[in-house]
């Protein structure tokens, strides 16, 4: 169940950046896959690198001369502290080469092990968004919801919900720009997100949505950003997640299905298979 949308619509062309600065936090943000696969680059590219210099510099005791592969696998024995004593350096080349690349082989094993203990520690929420919100009457009043589900065991503690409508509208200039507009939820905190959570907004004559029509929101370009923000009980460290709502996303005339029904035992059974069921209004 998707948790997060990061396409937002928008291609952006000629931001500054600089590529060294920020690889950190590139790297924090791949996937485990990716990040494996360049560490494994680095560590192969630093042992050619010192291979292509054992083959030239030579004095590797135990080597055949001239070959390419021996100077290879000793090269990966000195950056792996392996040591399994067929190849040792035995000129002052190559004794150079080893101080240096045991430095070197220091240095990627501290930025690597940095770098995987960083993305074990970052604090991720198992939060999932209904796929669509709904509008239609809640209690007597013309009302937005969507659905908020915490999917592991444990609490989000002290929830906090943000809601903004973005759309595009024209200065009296006759120029086009988009407007964020924060849409108050009749709850927008949450002392322990649990399993669930509707949050509501209602659309009272003071609304931007009092108005609102399919067609209305498509022609503005309309979309809700939904932002959920809390402390992990288990961890004890801060969790976020956001989702986006695009005008197709937001249905009219209908309404959640119901998650809840009672048990022959009296206990309640909350069925996630609804989650993002609807029905008519």
Not at 13 to 41: E, K, Q
Not at 49 to 78: H, L, W
Not at 170 to 197: N, Q
């Amino acid at each position: 169940m998707a948790t997060n949308q990061e396409d937002n619509g928008i291609d952006v062309v000629n931001t500054p950046s600089d590529r060294f600065t920020d690889l950190y936090h590139r790297m924090l943000r791949a996937s485990w896959g990716m990040t494996v696969a360049v560490i494994a680059t680095l560590v192969m590219a630093v042992n050619l690198i010192f291979a292509i210099a054992y083959y030239f510099v030579g004095g590797i005791g135990g080597a055949r001369p001239g070959s390419f592969a021996d100077a290879f696998f000793f090269s990966v024995q000195t950056v792996g502290t392996i040591g399994y004593g067929a190849f040792y350096p035995q000129s002052l080349g190559a004794h150079l080469l080893v101080t240096v690349e045991s430095i070197v082989g220091i240095l990627v094993a501290a930025i690597s092990t940095g770098l995987i203990f960083a993305k074990f520690s970052i604090p991720t929420a198992r939060i999932a968004f209904s796929r669509s919100a709904v509008i239609s009457p809640l209690n007597g009043v013309r009302s937005l919801a969507f659905r908020v589900g915490n999917l592991r065991g444990n609490y989000v503690v002290d929830a906090q919900m943000r809601v903004t409508l973005t759309r595009m509208e024209a200065t009296p200039e006759g120029r086009s720009f988009y407007r964020m507009i924060d849409l108050p939820l009749l709850r927008e905190r949450s002392p322990s997100l649990g399993r669930t959570w509707t949050c509501v907004h209602q659309i009272d004559d003071k609304s931007p949505l009092k108005d609102a029509t399919p067609e209305s929101l498509l022609a503005v370009q309309a979309e809700l950003q939904a932002a959920v923000t809390g402390m992990d009980s288990t961890s004890s460290q801060a969790v976020h997640a956001r989702y986006r709502y695009d005008a197709p996303d937001i249905i009219f005339k209908k309404r959640f299905s119901d998650m809840l029904s009672p048990k022959p035992d009296g206990r309640l059974l909350l069925d996630f298979a609804k989650f993002n069921e609807t029905e008519d209004e």
